[in-house]
């Protein structure tokens, strides 16, 4: 192949790698500025077919119609990630109405919005085990619920959304970050189980993001310092985890499994020590 062919099949690659893909996006209900809605923006301007589950369900089903009549594939169902017969419902429902399923997203997780940030002799059983329901349990369950199909397909991919705190520690993280650990170590089996069948799972780890949801963090006293620490100099967009996401879906990472990407501005490649 010459070098113009190569170079014109990676620019297919990624333009064109999740065309007519069928993926299904667990936690999709986010609002303006979440990164579900910079994930799914990132698929459905791909041209990926997309299911949106999600607790919210008038929410999903009200941003795939908006997707539909802007010309997309796209549809919405009501999902609760703690109920396995649930998440296994959502994936029939993916199957029947996209045909099959290609890819799956998990976007659901979080620990402040779960549970209070705090030392870990302070925390309950119910607090550490919602922590770990809605950042690692409900995956497991979804992950199994897609294998069948997406073997019987040929392959898929998998995506998680993991965070820094399942790559290096710090103080009010422990269940969390053993959760988001644990999404990692998962994807490292799946790709040995299932990679001769096709199937492919990454990690998308991201650091400080610019959200809604991170508004007080970033208000914070301590923000010009967090972004001091950051070389890019600025806290993520949503929409670069939802790019992210989308080349791990994509063709574009054909050849990538098992794999956590951080995307961080690069502030882990930090030593810790003063400047």
Do not use: W
Request: hydrophobic share 45%; net charge neutral; charged share 15%.
């Amino acid at each position: 192949m010459s070098v113009s062919s190569a170079r014109a099949a990676s620019r297919e690659d990624v333009s064109r790698g999740l065309a007519g893909r069928r993926i299904l996006v667990l936690g999709a209900g986010g609002g303006q500025g979440s990164i579900s809605a910079a994930v799914v923006a990132a698929l459905s301007c791909r041209s990926a077919g997309l299911v949106l589950a999600d607790v919210d369900e008038r929410a999903v089903v009200n941003t795939a119609e908006e997707l539909a009549r802007a010309g997309a594939v796209a549809s919405g169902t009501g999902c609760d990630v703690t109920s396995t017969a649930s998440i296994d419902a959502a994936v029939r429902h993916t199957v029947r109405v996209l045909g099959g399923i290609d890819g799956l997203v998990t976007v659901v997780g979080g620990m402040g919005r779960f549970a209070p940030m705090g030392p870990l002799h302070l925390m309950t059983d119910e607090q550490i085990d919602r922590v770990l329901a809605l950042n690692l349990r409900y995956v497991f369950s979804a992950v199994r619920a897609v294998l069948p199909p997406m073997m019987a397909g040929g392959g898929g991919s998998i995506v998680s959304i993991g965070s820094l705190s399942g790559q290096v520690s710090a103080p009010n993280h422990s269940v969390y970050g053993a959760a988001k650990a644990g999404l990692a170590h998962l994807a490292r089996t799946t790709t040995i189980e299932y990679g001769p069948s096709g199937v492919r799972m990454n990690i998308v780890a991201p650091g400080l993001v610019a959200t809604p949801a991170a508004g007080e963090v970033l208000s914070s006293d301590t923000a010009g310092g967090m972004r001091n620490r950051i070389p890019l100099g600025r806290p993520a967009t949503a929409a670069d985890i939802g790019n992210a996401v989308a080349f791990l879906v994509s063709d574009a990472a054909a050849y990538v499994s098992g794999q956590t990407l951080v995307v961080d501005g690069g502030a882990t490649a930090r030593f810790p020590l003063a400047d």
